[in-house]
């Protein structure tokens, strides 16, 4: 599986993001897809995940502020971020899992300004 990452940026605290996780297989055949974010020093986090089923769980710093969904017709995992702080500053991933593989993207670099 190939993921394509993609929809960092730079915005002021407050604003908006929204990433975009390409598959290149149908998602309805992943298990899970997971961003995952990660700031120089510091352990990856997970930040949202989505099961084949759309069932979503998130990590408490981002509960309320950001959603993960899923456009099949696209093959595509999004994660839109609202009400960013600068503590959201981090280069985020995603994840696949199938079976007991796991497959990674490439980072997009998230940066909020105070």
């Known amino acids: 599986v190939q993921l394509q990452a993609s929809g960092g940026g730079s915005v002021q605290a407050g604003g908006s993001l929204n990433l975009s996780c390409v598959s290149s297989?149908?998602?309805?055949?992943?298990?899970?897809v997971g961003w995952y974010r990660q700031v120089p020093g510091k352990q990856r986090e997970l930040v949202a995940w989505?099961?084949?089923?759309?069932?979503?769980k998130y990590a408490d710093s981002v509960k309320g502020r950001f959603t993960i969904s899923r456009d099949g017709a696209k093959n595509t995992v999004l994660l839109q971020m609202n009400s960013l702080k600068p503590e959201d500053t981090a280069v985020y991933s995603c994840n696949a899992r199938v079976g007991w593989d796991n497959f990674w993207g490439q980072g997009t670099l998230v940066t909020v300004s105070s």
């Open positions: 297989r149908n998602i309805s055949s992943l298990n899970a």
């Open positions: 989505i099961s084949g089923g759309a069932a979503a």
